[in-house]
């Protein structure tokens, strides 16, 4: 009797722990599925191999024919090069001289200058086509630099510039006048600060409102507050998806510690859906909207431009659909579902993505324009996620102070901001916003297909990225082209043009020609001679052998 108890007992404990290995094995393998199959999915591979790729670089005389072009094709360029270089010398030379004496001080600085291009050719480039780093004025559409240059901007000021830069002046201006007799008084609000928590509850839908400085600060407070209430570790972003520059947003390269609470899954897809479905741990989903545009791609830098796999097409009934499942299974599964709009905020609808897309968030994060030129970050949420303590437990606190927010300027300009989104100029921009920002894409492109040019855009309204039609080793030359032609682009270069809406058809146009020109110059000087033989795999081969080559190298020597 006994021992036949013993037995059974043994056999179900046996059992129960044969059905947990199970369950568990089950979970780790719907969570693997999860993962988009590029390294960007799987964040502690790529954390691995990326620190096993050593510097190297092209000298001068590989830097102009690593694709194995012919020795004219390779004079070609050279001369082009140069001829760049002597212009960049001879038009912007206290803009650069300024830039050379800060250089070495300012850590920022030598980071962007450093991947602005893939960091093979970085070296020469920097030495031969430097970036000047300032700019002194700002008006309707363009910047002026140090040597009066001036140029179209089409860095949106990274995306902070929705209405142009004269509109954030005067936010700044009476912004201020409405503070000024209170000044810098941090702890106390200013009164202002009332009419702007109405406006963004009113914006959002959402219930409470709180002010931090950047948006990576208003994206970390979502997340803490959605562990303290759900009592869960884990944040899910999607692949490629940007959410400020916090380590548990930042899962694979660039962030020294690994982000052990953080699941990096599938962009649109239903094994994702799958994961959120069946893991008990996950207490947040974090959704950057401009995903949409490239989903599973991480931000279009050049620097990541070694060929032509740089793809972008926006499908809004695609996005729709798979932001209406994924709203479904968060509120079937207690997951909250936070949109990180700090980027397409106020950019895409006056009431942002949830408006744009139809479907409603349980935390909303903003800032860049929302600050109306100043720094912000904007947290806006349901009441029962945003308190930050509990009444029957008072020792159970999610502490978030921060000494600058609802800094009285800030406030200030913040109110212009949203006051002026009441204007009937500012709502006539918005009518019909998509229309003409996708007609001013298809009618560069149709340019640039007429010339034979292999470049063509894609754009999620006003966000733009330049993608590339033949492979090529050289597609980031352009944006030393279109320096030269005037248009300004941030240190991303072609990957993101971001216009503000008070460009005109005047404007674009003359944009899209000089755009054109540029694109016209690269392909006279001989950067995009292929060899038909060349795909982008080859390339990635190619690069592949030259890293081991080099690893084996610094092995030997
Ligand atoms: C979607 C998104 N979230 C968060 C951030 C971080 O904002 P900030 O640079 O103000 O910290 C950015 C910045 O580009 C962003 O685009």
């Known amino acids: 009797m006994n021992s036949s108890f013993t037995t059974f007992a043994l056999y179900a404990l046996g059992a129960g722990a044969l059905t947990t290995s199970l369950v568990k094995l089950k979970s780790r393998v719907a969570l693997s599925k999860g993962k988009h199959r590029s390294l960007s999915g799987h964040s502690r591979m790529a954390r691995r191999i990326a620190a096993m790729v050593p510097y190297y670089e092209y000298v001068e005389e590989r830097f102009f024919r690593v694709d194995g072009a012919p020795a004219d094709v390779a004079v070609r360029r050279e001369d082009g090069f140069r001829r760049l270089s002597r212009l960049y010398a001879k038009r912007y030379p206290k803009t650069v001289q300024l830039t050379d004496v800060v250089k070495d001080s300012i850590s920022d600085l030598q980071f962007t200058d450093a991947y602005r291009v893939p960091f093979q050719f970085s070296r020469f480039v920097r030495t031969h086509l430097p970036a000047p780093a300032f ?13 009066g240059n001036s140029f ?17 002046k005067q936010c700044i201006e009476r912004g201020m006048e409405q503070v000024r007799e209170l000044g810098p008084v941090l702890g106390p609000y200013h009164p202002v600060i ?3 928590v109405e406006r963004l509850r009113e914006i959002s839908k959402l219930d409470e409102v709180s002010f931090h400085m950047s948006g990576t600060e208003a994206v970390m407070q979502a997340v803490r507050l959605a562990r303290y209430h759900t009592r869960r570790t884990h944040l899910v972003r999607f692949c490629g998806a940007y959410h400020g520059w916090w380590g548990d947003v930042q899962s694979g390269v660039g962030n020294p510690v690994p982000a052990r609470e953080t699941y990096t899954l599938n962009d649109m897809s239903e094994d994702a859906l799958r994961v959120l479905n069946n893991r008990r741990d996950i207490a947040c989903v974090l959704i950057n909207p401009v995903q949409a545009l490239h989903p599973n791609a991480d931000a279009p830098g050049d620097s990541s431009l070694i060929d032509s796999s740089r793809s972008a097409h926006f499908d809004k009934a695609a996005y ?11 509120s079937r599964r207690g997951i909250v579902l936070i949109f990180d709009e700090v980027f397409v905020g106020f950019r895409v609808a006056i009431g942002g993505a949830q408006e744009y897309f139809g479907v409603r968030a349980d935390m909303v994060t903003y800032g860049k324009t929302l ?3 100043l720094p912000v970050g904007v947290l806006c949420g349901h009441k029962d996620l945003m308190r930050r303590f509990h009444e029957d437990w008072p020792a159970d606190i999610c502490f978030a102070r921060g000494t600058f927010n609802s800094h009285p300027y800030v406030m200030g300009a913040m109110h212009e901001f949203l006051c002026r989104l009441d204007s009937p100029e500012i709502r006539a921009l918005y009518a019909e916003l998509d229309d003409v920002w996708s007609r001013r894409a298809a009618q560069l492109n149709e340019r640039l297909h007429a010339e034979g040019l292999p470049v063509q855009v894609a754009n999620l309204s006003s966000i733009w990225t330049v993608c590339y039609t033949q492979p090529s080793r050289y597609n980031w030359m352009l944006q030393f082209y279109l320096r030269a032609e005037g248009l300004a682009l ?3 270069g072609t990957g993101r043009l971001i216009f503000s809406l008070n ?3 005047t ?8 755009f054109v020109a540029a694109a016209r110059a690269m392909q006279q000087d001989g950067w995009w001679w292929a060899d038909p033989a060349t795909t982008n795999k080859s390339i990635r081969r190619l690069i592949l052998r030259e890293i081991i080559a080099q690893r084996l190298s610094s092995y030997r020597g």
């Open 490 to 492: 941030s240190w991303v």
């Open 194 to 196: 009332a009419d702007n």
């Open 507 to 514: 404007d674009f146009d003359v944009v899209a020609e000089r």
């Open 320 to 330: 729709v659909d798979w932001l209406a499942r994924l709203r479904a299974v968060c």
């Open 503 to 505: 460009y005109t058809q």
């Open 371 to 373: 600050g109306g030129g």
């Open 152 to 168: 179209y901007d089409l860095t949106g000021s990274y995306g902070v510039n929705l209405f142009g830069y004269d509109f954030y």
């Open 135 to 147: 700019v002194q004025a700002s008006s309707g559409v363009t910047v002026t630099d140090l040597d």
